[in-house]
Nanobody, 123 residues
Framework: QVQLVESGGGLVQAGGSLRLSCAAS????????TGWFRQAPGKERQFVAY????????YYADSVKDRFTISRDNAKNTVYLQMNSLKPEDTAVYYC????????????????WGQGTQVTVSS
C-alpha cells in the first residue's frame, strides 16, 4: 500500500507560480510511476504530467509543457510539480497518483491517489 498526501495549493494571480508536493508513505516510490492530474468543476479529470522513478523520465500534457516541471526527491520520497506562468484555466483540484503497472497517462491505470489540493488562479 502507498499513501499519498498533496500540499502546496493555494490562490495565485495569473502569471504567478506554485509548487505542489506529493509525499508518499508506506511502500517507497521505487519502481513506480507518479503522475499529477487535475479536475476543474464540471470537467473530467485531466492528465498533467508523470515521472518514472527509475531513470527520471518525464512526460507532460501539451497544455502545461514548458510551464510545469515534475521532479522527484528520492531521499524524501516526494514528487514535486513546479507550476510557472499560471493561467486561470489551470484552476482545478490537483491530485497525485501512483502505479507500478505501467507508464501511462490514463488515470484508471493508477492505483493510489492523494486527497487533492486546490489551485486557484485569478485573472
Amino acid at each position: 500500500q502507498v499513501q499519498l498526501v498533496e500540499s502546496g495549493g493555494g490562490l495565485v494571480q495569473a502569471g504567478g507560480s506554485l509548487r505542489l508536493s506529493c509525499a508518499a508513505s508506506g511502500r517507497t516510490f521505487s519502481s513506480y510511476v507518479t503522475g499529477w492530474f487535475r479536475q476543474a468543476p464540471g470537467k473530467e479529470r485531466q492528465f498533467v504530467a508523470y515521472i518514472v522513478w527509475s531513470g527520471g523520465r518525464t512526460y507532460y500534457a501539451d497544455s502545461v509543457k514548458d510551464r510545469f516541471t515534475i521532479s522527484r526527491d528520492n531521499a524524501k520520497n516526494t514528487v514535486y510539480l513546479q507550476m510557472n506562468s499560471l493561467k486561470p484555466e489551470d484552476t482545478a483540484v490537483y491530485y497525485c497518483a501512483s502505479t507500478r503497472r505501467t507508464i501511462t497517462t490514463r488515470d484508471y491505470r493508477y492505483d493510489y491517489w492523494g486527497q487533492g489540493t486546490q489551485v486557484t488562479v485569478s485573472s
